[in-house]
T-cell receptor, first 112, second 112 residues
Framework: DAMVIQNPRYQVTQFGKPVTLSCSQTLNHNVMYWYQQKSSQAPKLLFHYYDKDFNNEADTPDNFQSRRPNTSFCFLDIRSPGLGDAAMYLC???????????FGPGTRLTVL | GQQLNQSPQSMFIQEGEDVSMNCTSSSIFNTWLWYKQDPGEGPVLLIALYKAGELTSNGRLTAQFGITRKDSFLNISASIPSDVGIYFCAGQKKSSGDKLTFGTGTRLAVRP
């Protein structure tokens, strides 16, 4: 089945220790998104890619970076995680000009 | 950023009852989406709506794209325990590209 896969599902890191979350998709969608979601709030968009064209949200902290080496993979790097970065991180994909976004299962990040 | 007004915020119902929730905005959207999110998982797309007045069903779920294009409704008939979760509406407008604006979520609990 075509899908969006996120690894790991759970990640524990220490305050200030860099961490990388990964996302892959078999849907062959042009657009990939990273969201942060805290305690049952709505997902908050961090950034997204149209193919390799990177689009950062204005309020995304510099601490968050992303890479998309090819169509299938996208990575979220948190350079120096703080306690406030503990959250669920969601990856999503869509086709260009189609509203539906398809989400992965998420990675739950804990910062100690 | 903008969020859509979603109501009710939470519902606690008896198994077998019907459920209605809605999402409203002060601005027009071109696409309305409804997602369900289980605890610890990513949102799953339930229904996508593309035209004002459109009524679409998916099993026991029915959603409508409001005539004014500023609202959408989701109904669940004959609720069952596995309907428990958080339901999010999301809207897309052409001026925002492929980005979604999410509702605040409706938490549904079903009493067997």
């Amino acid at each position: 089945d075509a899908m969006v896969i996120q690894n790991p599902r759970y990640q524990v890191t220490q305050f200030g220790k860099p961490v990388t979350l990964s996302c892959s998709q078999t849907l062959n969608h042009n657009v990939m998104y990273w969201y942060q979601q805290k305690s049952s709030q709505a997902p908050k968009l961090l950034f997204h890619y149209y193919d390799k064209d990177f689009n950062n949200e204005a309020d995304t902290p510099d601490n968050f970076q992303s890479r998309r080496p090819n169509t299938s993979f996208c990575f979220l790097d948190i350079r120096s995680p703080g306690l406030g970065d503990a959250a669920m991180y969601l990856c999503a994909t869509s086709r260009v000009d189609r509203g539906e976004q398809f989400f992965g299962p998420g990675t739950r990040l804990t910062v100690l | 950023g903008q969020q859509l007004n979603q109501s009710p915020q939470s519902m606690f119902i008896q198994e077998g009852e019907d459920v209605s929730m809605n999402c409203t905005s002060s601005s027009i959207f071109n696409t309305w989406l409804w997602y369900k999110q289980d605890p610890g998982e990513g949102p799953v797309l339930l229904i996508a709506l593309y035209k004002a007045g459109e009524l679409t069903s998916n099993g026991r779920l029915t959603a409508q794209f409001g005539i004014t294009r500023k609202d959408s409704f989701l109904n669940i008939s004959a609720s069952i325990p596995s309907d428990v979760g958080i339901y999010f509406c999301a809207g897309q407008k052409k001026s925002s590209g492929d980005k979604l604006t999410f509702g605040t979520g409706t938490r549904l609990a079903v009493r067997p």
